[in-house]
C-alpha cells in the first residue's frame, strides 16, 4: 500500500513538497492548509499533471485534521517566511504560535508519524513541536542542514567547476548566521579542500567568502524575492529526508536532531549528521570536530538555546 505523506502549509515550500513527491511517486499526499483553496488548488493543478509525468499517487486538499489520519510522514511548513531585513529569529512569536496549533493537531491524527518541521527559527520551533506534542524524540526532526549542506556544495562547484556529486561536504550547528562549515570534512573528488588551498587551486579568502555566503543564503534569496524565501531548495531536501525514512535508506544527512549529550550537549535541537531509516533518527553520528570547529559549534548551540529561552518567555509552557 502507498505511503500518505502530510504536508502542513501548502504555501510555496508545501507545493513544491507535493510536487515532488508526486513526481518521484513516493506516496499519497494530503496537503493541508488553514487557507482551504491554496490547499486544495494546489492538489488539484499537481493531479492534473499526472497524465502528463505519468505518475500515480492520490493527492487532495484539506483545513480539517482528519484527513491527515495515520500519516505516515508529516512535513510542517506552516507559518511566515521571512521578509527582506528580516533575521530568522524575528519570527519566533507568530511561527511559535501556529507551531503550538499544529502540534495539537498531529498529536491527536498522526501520533506515529515521522514528523519534519522546516518552520523557521527551525531549531527552536522544531524543540517547540516537539514539546507541545509529546512524539517521541527520534520521530520530531528539523530540516536545514542538508540545505545549507547543499548551498556551500553548489558555490564549490561553481567556483571550482567541478560536477557537485563530486564534491562532500556538510554545515552542522544552528540554522542561522552561526552555523559551521565543516571545511575539514570537506573533499573535492576525494581530496581534502584545505590540499587545494594549499596549492592554490582556490584561495583560503575566497572558501572564507563562499562560507559567509551560505551562512547568509536565506537572505540573498529573500533579498531577490522581495516576497517570501526560499523553496525550490529546501522542499528537495525535506523530500530527502522523507525518503530516507520511508524507504528505510538510512541516509547519513545533516538534520535538526535532538541531542542527549552527544556532542558534549544535553536538552536541545541543533544540526548534527545523524541517520534516517525506518525508526526516524536512528543514531546520531559523532564526528570528531577540531578545536576551532567545536568552538563554533558550542557558539552556535549557544545562540539557539539563548532563542529558546525567549521562545520561553512567550509561552511558559515551554518549560
Ligand atoms: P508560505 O508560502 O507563506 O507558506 C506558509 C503556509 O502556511 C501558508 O500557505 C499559510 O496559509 C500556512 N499556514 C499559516 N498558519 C497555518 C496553520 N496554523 N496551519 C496550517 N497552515 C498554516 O511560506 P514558505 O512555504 O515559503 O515557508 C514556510 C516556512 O518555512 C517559513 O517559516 C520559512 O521561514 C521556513 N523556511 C525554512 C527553511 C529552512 O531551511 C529551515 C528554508 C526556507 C523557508
Do not use: W
Not at 517547540?128 to 536545514?144: D, E, R, T
Request: with cysteine; charged share 25%; aromatic share 6%.
Amino acid at each position: 500500500m502507498k505511503k500518505k505523506i502530510t504536508l502542513i502549509g501548502a504555501g510555496q515550500i508545501g507545493g513544491t513538497l507535493a510536487h515532488l513527491i508526486a513526481i518521484k511517486g513516493l506516496a499519497n499526499v494530503v496537503l493541508f492548509d488553514v487557507a482551504e483553496g491554496i490547499a486544495k488548488g494546489k492538489a488539484l493543478d499537481i493531479a492534473q499533471s499526472s497524465p502528463i509525468e505519468g505518475f500515480n499517487v492520490n493527492l487532495r486538499g484539506t483545513n480539517n485534521y482528519e484527513d491527515t489520519k495515520n500519516s505516515d510522514v508529516i512535513i510542517i511548513t506552516a507559518g511566515v517566511p521571512r521578509k527582506p531585513g528580516m533575521s530568522r529569529d524575528d519570527l519566533l512569536g507568530i511561527n511559535l504560535k501556529i507551531i503550538k496549533e499544529v502540534a495539537l493537531g498531529i498529536k491527536k491524527t498522526s501520533p506515529d508519524a515521522f514528523v519534519i518541521c522546516i518552520t523557521n527559527p527551525l531549531d527552536v520551533i522544531v524543540m517547540a513541536l516537539q514539546k507541545y506534542s509529546g512524539l517521541p524524540k527520534n520521530k520530531v526532526v528539523g530540516m536545514a542542514g542538508i540545505l545549507d549542506s547543499s548551498r556551500l556544495i553548489y558555490f564549490l562547484s561553481e567556483k571550482l567547476n567541478i560536477e557537485a556529486s563530486k564534491i562532500k561536504s556538510f554545515v552542522l550547528g544552528g540554522h542561522g548566521d552561526t552555523m559551521v562549515a565543516m571545511l575539514n570534512h570537506t573533499k573535492v573528488d576525494g581530496e581534502p579542500i584545505k590540499n587545494l588551498v594549499k596549492s592554490g587551486k582556490i584561495l583560503e579568502e575566497d572558501l572564507n567568502k563562499l562560507v559567509d555566503r551560505t551562512k547568509k543564503g536565506g537572505a540573498e534569496i529573500v533579498k531577490y524575492l522581495e516576497k517570501g524565501s526560499a523553496f525550490y531548495a529546501p522542499a528537495s531536501a525535506g523530500v530527502e529526508m522523507a525518503e530516507s525514512f520511508i524507504k528505510d535508506l538510512k541516509k547519513e544527512l545533516p538534520c535538526a536532531a535532538y541531542l542527549n549529550g552527544e556532542y558534549g550537549v544535553k536538552d536541545i535541537y541543533a544540526g548534527v549528521p545523524v541517520i534516517i531509516g525506518k525508526n526516524g533518527v536512528e543514531k546520531v553520528v559523532e564526528i570528531k570536530l577540531s578545536s576551532d570547529e567545536k568552538d563554533q559549534f558550542n557558539k552556535s548551540i549557544k545562540a539557539v538555546q539563548d532563542l529558546f529561552e525567549a521562545a520561553k518567555k512567550i509561552d511558559n509552557n515551554l518549560k
